[in-house]
């Protein structure tokens, strides 16, 4: 027997004006383990087909190329002898119709440390919301390439010290976390990442360590990329200008409570290149996020898309052009300005 389907908001009222109807999946997510993870980039991919245009693309992928079922995991359908044929049918077919957003792991870290202990933690930490924080969380990781080991200290210091379960008590990880940040100003970072270092003030990290340990839900989960990633994708479709009603496999991340405090940080969202331009603007207040359904991708073949598109992304992100990806900074910047 299947486990009952855990967290979502189904939507409480009528949707306003135009809506889109988006199904999402990622591939690359690895619950807190950021840092040691086979996988350096999380992809969070959707699709707004209907139910028939995904069966239909399902069904071409197993007949006209005939792969089998368990062959549409990305893994399978990569390594399968005529896959750049079907990945590009595959692609064309998406054309217009589908939205990667990629997160590069290391770099989600560094904007946690800015935006959580330089500034006010928020549900619109890691979004376009909050893009005044990104040139300072450029300036520190462009200087990664300086600071040898000690760099990826520091950052395991930052993750020791945010998680829900620390292995050393809260003084003792905030004093770990500042030997490292000392470490890293030893090295010739430059005066832009020094400043972002010289910033972290001992007793702010405290009372951010406090009110993690207190269950202060105001406080977004510092380790948790796909709330950030589903904000994104969430404006990217509503341009604006629609609400946008997701289908998203399962996924204990998106719990109600997190959800809600998102929707209302989105109500004084932004604008993306997505959407109707004919549509009227969405009113003062009302979030683009409409709801969330959580489904088990094996019962919704939108979600299967999602999945494989997720997963060959995470694989080959260089196939992701404009016509998939969000064009707009942000975005890009999410994954490292190297990129």
């Known amino acids: 027997m299947r486990s009952p389907l855990q967290g979502g908001l189904p939507p409480r009222d009528a949707v306003v004006g135009a809506v889109v109807e988006i199904a999402c999946d990622e591939s690359g997510f690895s619950g807190t383990n950021l840092l040691h993870s086979t996988a350096p980039l999380i992809t969070h991919a959707s699709v707004d087909l209907a139910v028939d245009e995904a069966v239909a693309l399902i069904t071409e992928l197993r007949s006209g190329f ?8 990305s893994g399978q359908f990569l390594r399968r002898s005529g896959a750049d044929e079907a990945l590009a049918w595959f692609l064309a077919a998406l054309k217009s119709r589908a939205h990667v957003h990629l997160i590069d792991k290391e770099f989600f870290l560094v904007t946690r440390i800015v935006e959580f202990l330089l500034t006010e933690p928020s549900y619109a930490a890691g979004t376009r919301l909050a893009r005044e924080h990104q ?21 395991a210091a930052f993750v020791d010290l945010v998680r829900m379960k ?3 008590p809260a003084h003792r990880t905030i004093e770990r976390f500042f030997q490292a940040r000392d470490a890293l100003l030893r090295h010739t970072l430059g005066p832009a990442a020094d400043g972002v270092l010289n910033g972290l003030d001992p007793s702010r990290v405290r009372a951010v360590v406090t009110r ?3 269950d202060d839900r105001s406080v977004p989960p510092p380790l948790e990329p796909l709330l950030p990633a589903l904000a994104e994708t969430v404006l990217y479709w509503s341009g604006g200008r629609r609400q946008v009603l997701v289908t998203h496999d399962e996924q204990s991340a998106l719990t109600a409570d997190r959800l809600t405090r998102l929707q209302r940080v989105l109500a004084g969202g932004g604008a993306s290149t997505a959407g109707d331009d004919s549509a009227p ?10 709801g969330l359904v959580m489904v088990d991708s094996r019962d919704d073949p939108r979600v299967q898309v999602a999945d494989l598109l997720a997963g060959v992304a995470r694989r080959l992100p260089a196939i992701i052009d404009d016509a998939l990806r969000q064009p707009l900074p942000p975005s890009v910047l999410l994954r490292g300005p190297e990129e």
């Open 66 to 73: 005939r792969f089998s079922p368990h062959e549409l995991k």
């Open 166 to 168: 620390r292995r050393l």
């Open 281 to 290: 603007a969405l009113p003062d207040g009302v979030s683009p996020l409409a």
């Open 135 to 155: 040139p300072a969380a450029l300036a520190l990781y462009g200087a990664r390439g300086s600071a040898g080991n000690d760099w990826e200290v520091f950052l």
């Open 212 to 214: 993690l340990d207190n």
